[in-house]
């Protein structure tokens, strides 16, 4: 059984700071990549930031320049500091992460989530 637990989330005001942690546990075989989603009310989930662990980061346009991803191989752990927040960045964050389990004989390949935690960012 694999576990994604976040943590990190809160209120803060525009202009501000929130860094994001994502530990993963269990049975895991290896990892591929980890990063974060984000949800806001209304609208559909949508690509933040990955890493792969070859090192190849991605980042969504409009969260360039504000947010950096980082991740501790060894600790299975992603995190996402966030600078500069505007009220945008409003919405439920949710970790991610592509990795291999054994079963039996068998790698089997696929992506976890964790459960998500809040940001909101006033104005």
């Known amino acids: 059984q694999v576990r994604l637990v976040e943590s990190g989330g809160g209120l803060v005001q525009a202009g501000g700071s929130l860094r994001l942690s994502c530990a993963a546990s269990?049975?895991?075989?290896?990892?591929?990549?980890m990063g974060w989603y984000r949800q806001a009310p209304g609208k559909q989930r949508e690509l933040v930031a990955t890493?792969?662990?070859?090192?190849?980061?991605t980042y969504a346009d409009s969260v360039k320049g504000r947010f950096t991803i980082s991740r501790d191989n060894a600790k299975n752990t992603v995190y996402l500091q966030m600078n500069s927040l505007k009220p945008e960045d409003t919405a439920v964050y949710y970790c991610?992460?592509?990795?291999?389990?054994?079963?039996?004989?068998?790698?089997?390949?696929?992506?976890?989530w964790g459960q998500g935690t809040q940001v909101t960012v006033s104005s």
């Open positions: 269990g049975s895991i075989f290896s990892i591929n990549a």
């Open positions: 890493k792969t662990t070859g090192g190849m980061t």
């Open positions: 991610n992460s592509r990795l291999t389990t054994a079963q039996g004989m068998r790698l089997d390949i696929r992506d976890y």
